[in-house]
């Protein structure tokens, strides 16, 4: 048993390093890309950060994050946006070319949403 938790220990350390590392190495790596200039890794980076929480507090570097997933838009028939999952079970979406806000499913976000036509007939 003590041999089981210490394996788990090890890889979750393994993967924790493994993800800070990569974080820092894509940074890099858009920041070489970019010219130095902010490009859109930085942009989707910058809003993910700086997005609110449900209760209005704003999110301290991703702390209330859980996952982010970058998934293909099917609605739309082509291009990739960012999912971005909260402890409170929420989550936003970000167009991954641009960085801007998508999809919520928190009421506050609605505002800042596109506005869709309600007429559906």
């Known amino acids: 048993m003590k041999r089981s938790v210490l394996i788990l220990g090890v890889v979750a350390a393994i993967l924790i ?17 970019d010219g ?6 930085h942009k989707v980076a910058d809003k993910v950060d700086k ?15 859980v996952s982010e997933v970058v998934k293909f838009n099917y609605q739309a028939g082509d291009g990739w946006y960012r999912e971005v999952t ?7 979406q970000f167009d991954n070319a641009t960085g801007e806000m998508i999809g919520s499913s928190y009421d506050e976000d609605q505002e800042k949403l596109g506005v869709i036509d309600g007429n559906l007939e």
């Open 36 to 41: 130095g200039n902010s490009g859109t890794f």
């Open 17 to 33: 390093v493994g993800g800070a590392f990569a974080f820092t190495f894509m940074d890099k790596i858009a920041d070489v890309a």
């Open 51 to 65: 997005v609110t929480s449900s209760d209005g507090s704003t999110s301290d570097g991703g702390s209330d994050i």
């Open 86 to 92: 909260y402890k409170d079970g929420g989550f936003r």
